[in-house]
């Protein structure tokens, strides 16, 4: 019996043309991408979510009296606070009944008023 073995032919590069580098695997692209996202995650996603904590320990500590703005520019005074809402007095006898989370900040009342 006659036993023939296969030899891998490879192509031979033409006179004065580029040599083919060989090609990398899907490992050489993994490392950049992950290196990418741990930068994107450190420079945007964490710093937004230690905003976002701060913003809510802000609001869960607002009690009546405190002077706020919400998220439409709408300033007034706390009178009541429930656990998924605040009524606010925006003038002297009228209240209105806003969510927590349209609250943006508390107005400082030690500083004086632009005008």
């Not at 006179?15 to 990418?36: C, F, H, N």
Request: aromatic share 4%; hydrophobic share 45%.
């Amino acid at each position: 019996m006659n036993e023939t073995t296969a030899t891998e032919v490879q192509p031979v590069a033409e006179p004065g043309a580029p040599a083919q580098q060989p090609q990398q695997g899907g490992m050489g692209m993994l490392v950049p991408m992950l290196l990418i996202l741990a930068i994107f995650y450190f420079m945007m996603i964490r710093p937004q979510q230690r905003k976002e904590k701060e913003r809510r320990k802000m609001i869960d500590s607002l009690r009546a009296g405190a002077k706020v703005v919400f998220a439409g520019g709408l300033m007034g005074t706390i009178s009541e606070a429930t656990e998924k809402t605040f009524k606010v007095e925006i003038a002297p006898g009228t209240v209105i009944e806003v969510a927590r989370a349209s609250v943006t900040g508390v107005v400082d009342e030690t500083q004086p008023a632009a005008k």
